[in-house]
């Protein structure tokens, strides 16, 4: 299995307040991703980061701001979290040097902001 | 925009009974890989099959095998003699090979294998 921790793995907050989600990876791959998983949308990529301090936005980057300042860690951070931002967020990563196409997933964060 | 398209929301099947899953997606370009996914309810994101555009053979996986259309921008998804276990969202998805690596997403199959 690859390495990816995702932490926290639940949490519940309010509307206004900020959020930061950690993604770790064991695998020193290149490209990590944070995806939001929502019923009837699938999963929606947020932002994702092709090296140290490379971002680029995703097709639902509105309210979410990322860091990459290691290979191993990128950070999701909501500013001031708002209801319809409730939702699981999965990290995810991929190696360009043995490149399949493939993405390994975290095991997912579910936010409540209320 | 690069879009993937599961028009079967929900689906079930008999166990041991054939079930096909439906996908199409939309893309200009000519180079990238397609993917089936499964989310048990543990919520883990699971590589079933994997398709190379490029390569006119479909892909198979013990009782998983795919249908891909690339002319019509099909990939369906059919699983032999279903078990209780291969109950899950399915998620369709692909990725280009070169440019920007962004896997995109289907919206997800509900499977639900009948005793």
Redo the contacts between chains.
Sequence with gaps: DAGITQSPRHKVTETGTPVTLRCHQTENHRYMYWYRQDPGHGLRLIHYSYGVKDTDKGEVSDGYSVSRSKTEDFLLTLESATSSQTSVYFCAISSRDTYTGELFFGEGSRLTVL | AQT?T?SQ?EMSVQEAETVTLSCTYDTSESD??L?WYKQPPS???I?VI?Q?AYKQQNATENRFSVNFQKAAKSFSLKISDSQLGDAAMY?C?Y?L?QG?????????TRLTINP
């Design positions: 993937v599961q929301p990238y890989y993917f919520r883990q994101m590589l994997r190379e998620f998805a990725i090979v920007a690596q962004k896997l995109v997403f289907g919206q997800g």
